[in-house]
């Protein structure tokens, strides 16, 4: 069994943050919208669209400097490619030189980039490092904050974990690699998620060098009916590594919600506890955690019956809160609608903020922007009628 990296019970927790304001970034499938607020998290100005038309996968700001915002956009005949803003979202600059797989030998079947998928700011020690992932599944890493893009040639020239799959082999929106998660401890130390023919959690010691699978505990059958093995398992909806414990991981996967303990090196299913009401089940595919507390996660459940729906169970939509790793749930559904909200989330479209009490945000694919200022005790419309949502993530401030 792999052995804990460190004690992490010595690791101070993160300071909450106090800044003076918080956006919300929000990527749509006919462009990109930011929500300004206040420090209270009271007051929410209308969104400001921009990019519209374009489809953004993720836009996420650069923690290291409270100021750098990429985006990924497919910008239609003219492909994929990723932007820049150190003003909010004012003016942007386009990658000169975008991620690309490389051109394959005349007679050969080679991958060009559909869209790009997950960012990822890099680890703390190396300022203005981004990776991305991508569809089809590759992972791309930037040293000039996402206007250069270098492949992992560990992982893209991969044969177990990079073949050519059949669309037969692939989920709705392509095969993709996402859950990009960096050891906070080491920038060498990386994760991802494969969403393909051969899906599962992959881990990196070697800043992508070599890869090994860790899907040990997940058990039945993946998307396409198969069993998992030793190398690959089913298919992961969204992992996250807890900043404050890195050898804490939970997963939300096609088979349900799961945590990880390094030290054990076994995937447990904790959605197994949630309540049985409404309908629900752990199926899903956003994971929520709180910033200092490895304990405490929130999910956000659909229908996994047969066939799947992927809406909330009976229209009646809720976040489920942990405060003890799993072990129990409680139900939020305090200001959502009690009925007829048939709410669907994508992976990317979850987070949560640094304040104290943390806020949850969630974005629904028909369109409304959702926050709790009260770690999802009561819940708030912040936006309506917007396209359909790919990804949520915050924005703070410093004063």
Not at 61 to 73: E, K, N, V
Not at 138 to 167: A, C, I, Q
Not at 220 to 247: F, K, Q, S, W
Not at 365 to 382: C, I, Y
């Amino acid at each position: 069994m792999p052995k804990p990296r460190s004690k992490t019970k010595s690791r101070a927790p993160a300071k909450p943050s106090d800044g003076a304001a918080i956006a919300i970034l929000v990527g749509t499938r006919k462009g990109a919208f930011i929500i300004h607020g206040d420090k209270t998290r009271r007051i929410w100005k209308d969104p400001v669209g921009m990019h519209i038309g374009s489809i953004v996968h993720h836009m996420v700001m650069d923690p290291r400097d409270g100021r750098t915002i990429l985006m990924t956009a497919h910008t239609g005949h003219l492909g994929p490619t990723i932007f820049q803003s150190t003003d909010l979202g004012k003016t942007w600059k386009e990658a000169s030189k975008p991620p690309a797989f490389p051109k394959a030998p005349e007679g050969q079947t080679g991958r060009s980039v559909h869209h790009n998928f997950w960012l990822t700011p890099g680890h703390a020690s190396e300022p203005r490092v981004w990776y991305v992932g991508t569809s089809p599944a590759g992972l791309f890493r930037s040293e000039d904050d996402g206007m250069t893009w270098e492949g992992v040639s560990g992982f893209n020239n991969h044969p177990k974990y990079n073949p050519l799959p059949r669309e037969d082999e692939t989920p709705p929106d392509g095969q993709t690699l996402h859950s990009i998660m960096i050891d906070p401890r080491d920038p060498k130390h990386m994760y991802v998620g494969l969403s393909s023919g051969a899906s599962g959690v992959l881990e990196t010691k070697d800043q992508g060098k070599d890869w090994a699978p860790i899907n040990k505990g997940i058990t039945g059958l993946d998307a396409y009916g198969i069993p998992p093995d030793a190398e690959t398992g089913p298919e992961p909806h969204c992992m996250r590594i807890h900043p404050v414990n890195p050898d804490r991981l939970y997963q939300q996967s096609h088979m349900g919600a799961y945590r990880m303990d390094r030290a054990e090196g076994v995937w447990k299913r904790i959605g197994e506890n949630l309540p049985k009401e409404h309908g629900i089940s752990d199926y899903s595919f956003p994971i929520a955690l709180h910033p200092r507390d490895p304990d405490t996660v929130w999910l956000f459940p659909l229908d996994g019956g047969f066939p799947l729906g992927r809406i909330t169970p009976d229209g009646m939509p809720a976040t489920y809160i942990t405060r003890d790793g799993g072990k129990t749930w409680k139900r939020q559904d305090k200001g959502l609608p009690k009925g007829n909200g048939w709410f669907s989330l994508k992976r990317q479209a979850m987070t949560t903020d640094s304040r104290d009490p943390v806020g949850v945000y969630f974005g629904t694919t028909g369109g409304e922007v959702w926050a709790s200022r009260d770690e999802g005790e009561s819940w708030t419309r912040l936006a309506m009628s917007l396209p359909e949502i790919y990804s949520v993530e915050v924005a703070e401030f410093a004063r």
